[in-house]
């Protein structure tokens, strides 16, 4: 059993900046990959950044703004998120996929762009 726990959501202003932190933790854990997704209101979950051995993919909505990282030595996966937009307003989530194939997900945290 995989529990991630999510952290680093709020209200900011558009233009400014979080950090989102999910933290791993588990028995024998093999992660293959981690990354963040979100879903808005009335749509559905979208890919916003993956990073597996090292590479980073990101949805072209937030090239230039958002920044993953991980620590595999702490089982963590960051991200940056600057220059926030209106549109930019979800619930973040979690993602790590295991070597056994095993998906799990956070419990999500809202982040909130509005003036």
């Known amino acids: 059993q995989v529990q991630l726990v999510e952290s680093g959501g709020g209200l900011v202003q558009p233009g400014g900046s979080l950090r989102l932190s999910c933290a791993a933790s588990?028995?024998?854990?093999?992660?293959?990959?981690m990354g963040w997704y979100r879903q808005a209101p009335g749509k559905e979950r979208e890919t916003v950044a993956v990073?597996?051995?090292?590479?980073?993919n990101y949805a072209d909505s937030v090239k230039g703004r958002f920044t993953i990282t991980r620590n595999t030595a702490k089982d963590t996966v960051d991200m940056q998120v600057n220059s926030l937009k209106r549109k930019d307003t979800a619930v973040y989530y979690c993602?790590?996929?295991?070597?056994?194939?095993?998906?799990?997900w956070g419990q999500g945290t809202q982040v909130t762009v509005s003036s």
């Open positions: 993602d790590v996929l295991l070597g056994g194939g095993q998906n799990y």
């Open positions: 588990g028995r024998d854990l093999s992660i293959v990959a």
């Open positions: 990073i597996i051995s090292g590479s980073t």
